[in-house]
């Protein structure tokens, strides 16, 4: 198999390669509100779960746009309350994905753009998104700096945060306190510019065995 050289690549090169094979990856689509009460909506899939205990999540948020050296909204709006929803990206929302992802100017509100209505949250200020099936109420706890904070391919806020209220459909459930992986239809994030939706013939199982001598 070929080598493929990092030192010889840009950053961008290095961070596509890496968007490529790191997949699928889940989207988080992630509602804030800024100082005046502003939604933003916007997808995250450089996220994942982190642990059961306090259950946390982490997702990593860059630095600048990649258009001006603008903070993106998600991480001005993170400042100001420290909350945000997480709502699971699933097939309902996928048509949008791009759309919510555009560097909109400040205060522009994606959701009323797209057509997603909101409802109010549990626990947590900003709202959360009526057509996904879970959402993800969080406060954050952490924040780790990474990279230089001038560039768009290397600068991130790796936010940790804290999952204070769980908010899912019926639809989705097995039964009390427990999600059907059948039933969610998630969609994942392949390279740019590939999605994949986990649901019908592309779900496989295996029993887990555990090891004894």
Same mark, same amino acid.
């Given at each position: 198999?070929?080598?493929?050289?990092?030192?010889?690549?840009?950053?961008?090169?290095?961070?596509?390669?890496?968007?490529?094979?790191?997949?699928?990856?889940?989207?988080?689509?992630?509602?804030?509100?800024?100082?005046?009460?502003?939604?933003?909506?916007?997808?995250?899939? +450089?996220?994942?779960?982190? /642990?059961?205990?306090?259950?946390?999540?982490?997702?990593?948020? !860059?630095?600048?746009?990649?258009?001006?050296?603008?903070?993106?909204?998600?991480?001005?709006?993170?400042?100001?309350?420290?909350?945000?929803?997480?709502?699971?990206?699933?097939?309902?929302?996928?048509?949008?994905? #791009?759309?919510?992802?555009?560097?909109?100017?400040?205060?522009?509100?994606?959701?009323?753009?797209?057509?997603? #209505?909101?409802?109010?949250?549990?626990?947590?200020?900003?709202?959360?998104?009526?057509?996904?099936?879970?959402?993800? &109420? /969080?406060?954050?706890?952490?924040?780790?700096?990474?990279?230089?904070?001038?560039? /768009?391919?290397?600068?991130?806020?790796?936010?940790?945060? &804290?999952?204070? /209220?769980?908010?899912?459909?019926?639809?989705?459930?097995? !039964?009390?306190?427990?999600?059907?992986?059948?039933?969610?239809?998630?969609? !994942?994030?392949?390279?740019?510019?590939?999605?994949?939706?986990?649901?019908?013939?592309?779900?496989?199982?295996?029993?887990?065995?555990? +090891?004894?001598?």
């Amino acid at each position: 198999m070929p080598v493929i050289n990092l030192d010889g690549l840009t950053p961008a090169q290095k961070q596509g390669m890496i968007s490529q094979l790191v997949v699928p990856r889940p989207i988080a689509m992630i509602s804030t509100t800024d100082a005046d009460g502003n939604l933003n909506v916007a997808p995250f899939s +450089y996220f994942m779960p982190v /642990c059961g205990e306090p259950p946390t999540i982490a997702v990593t948020i !860059g630095t600048v746009r990649e258009a001006t050296p603008e903070p993106k909204d998600t991480w001005v709006n993170l400042q100001h309350s420290g909350e945000f929803v997480v709502n699971l990206t699933s097939v309902a929302l996928a048509d949008h994905i #791009e759309t919510a992802a555009k560097e909109f100017p400040a205060g522009f509100n994606e959701a009323e753009h797209i057509g997603w #209505e909101t409802i109010p949250s549990q626990v947590v200020a900003p709202p959360s998104l009526a057509a996904s099936p879970a959402h993800m &109420e /969080c406060r954050v706890v952490e924040v780790i700096d990474r990279g230089d904070p001038t560039s /768009c391919f290397s600068g991130v806020h790796i936010v940790l945060a &804290e999952v204070v /209220c769980i908010v899912a459909d019926e639809a989705i459930l097995a !039964g009390p306190n427990r999600i059907d992986p059948t039933k969610v239809s998630p969609v !994942g994030r392949m390279g740019f510019p590939w999605f994949v939706a986990a649901a019908g013939e592309a779900l496989f199982e295996q029993e887990r065995i555990a +090891y004894s001598a």
